[in-house]
T-cell receptor, first 113, second 111 residues
Framework: DGGITQSPKYLFRKEGQNVTLSCEQN?????MYWYRQDPGQGLRLIYY???????QKGDIAEGYSVSREKKESFPLTVTSAQKNPTAFYLC????????????FGDGTRLSIL | DAKTTQPTSMDCAEGRAANLPCNHS???????VYWYRQIHSQGPQYIIH???NNETNEMASLIITEDRKSSTLILPHATLRDTAVYYC????????????FGKGTRLSVIA
C-alpha cells in the first residue's frame, strides 16, 4: 500500500543525546514536512523540503536538523540543543503543484528519560 | 499564525449531521480551504478541500460562502468513530506550502 511510514512509534531519549526519527514515503511525492505537536495544541512546522537536497526552516527549527538525500526519505534529528523535545512528531508529504493535499504518517512519540 | 477561527468544541448526536463552522475572513483569492481531522494519538487525516464551489466526497461535504469568508464541513451521518479534532486550514494552492494549524474543533459524537 502507498503511504507514509514513521518509525519508531515510541522513542525514549536520555538527556544530552541526539536522536533521529525516520520518515519514508512511497507516494512519489516531491515535498515532505515535519511537524511537532504538544498536548492539546495544533501542529507546528519544524522543517520542510520541496525537492531533494533542499529544505527550509519552519517556525520552530531550533534544536532540530534534517536531510533530504533521497526523494522518499526525510529523517529528522532532535539534537541535545532542543531543550524540550518531549512531543508527538508528525511527518507529511504532498505531490507537486495545484491543490494537492498533504498526507500524514502515524507519528512518533518522543519522551525524555 | 492560523488564518482561521473555529469553535473550541461541539457535540453531535450519533446518526445526525455534524456541521462544523470555520471563519476565514482574511482569505486570499489564491487560497484553498482544507479540512483535516485527528483522532487521538494518530496523524491528521485529510478530509476535503475547496476553492469557491461546494465540494462533496465519500467522507463529507464542504460548503463555502459566496464571499469565501467562511465555510462549513458537514458530516452527514455522524458515528462514534467521527469523534476527533477537526482542523480548518487555508493554504495557497501552489508551491507545496506547509499547512498552518490552529487548535481546531473537538467534535464529540454522543450515542
Amino acid at each position: 500500500d502507498g503511504g507514509i511510514t514513521q518509525s519508531p512509534k515510541y522513542l525514549f531519549r536520555k538527556e544530552g543525546q541526539n536522536v533521529t526519527l525516520s520518515c519514508e514515503q512511497n507516494l512519489n511525492h516531491d515535498a515532505m514536512y515535519w511537524y511537532r505537536q504538544d498536548p492539546g495544541q495544533g501542529l507546528r512546522l519544524i522543517y520542510y523540503s520541496q525537492i531533494v537536497n533542499d529544505f527550509q526552516k519552519g517556525d520552530i527549527a531550533e534544536g532540530y536538523s534534517v536531510s533530504r538525500e533521497k526523494k522518499e526519505s526525510f529523517p529528522l534529528t532532535v539534537t541535545s540543543a532542543q531543550k524540550n523535545p518531549t512531543a508527538f512528531y508528525l511527518c507529511a508529504s504532498s505531490g507537486t503543484g495545484g491543490s494537492q493535499p498533504q498526507h500524514f504518517g502515524d507519528g512518533t512519540r518522543l519522551s525524555i528519560l | 499564525d492560523a488564518k482561521t477561527t473555529q469553535p473550541t468544541s461541539m457535540d453531535c448526536a450519533e446518526g445526525r449531521a455534524a456541521n462544523l463552522p470555520c471563519n476565514h475572513s482574511t482569505i486570499s483569492g489564491n487560497e484553498y480551504v482544507y479540512w483535516y481531522r485527528q483522532i487521538h494519538s494518530q496523524g491528521p487525516q485529510y478530509i476535503i478541500h475547496g476553492l469557491k464551489n461546494n465540494e462533496t466526497n465519500e467522507m463529507a461535504s464542504l460548503i463555502i460562502t459566496e464571499d469565501r469568508k467562511s465555510s462549513t464541513l458537514i458530516l452527514p451521518h455522524a458515528t462514534l468513530r467521527d469523534t476527533a479534532v477537526y482542523y480548518c486550514i487555508v493554504r495557497v494552492f501552489s508551491g507545496n506550502t506547509p499547512l498552518v494549524f490552529g487548535k481546531g474543533t473537538r467534535l464529540s459524537v454522543i450515542a
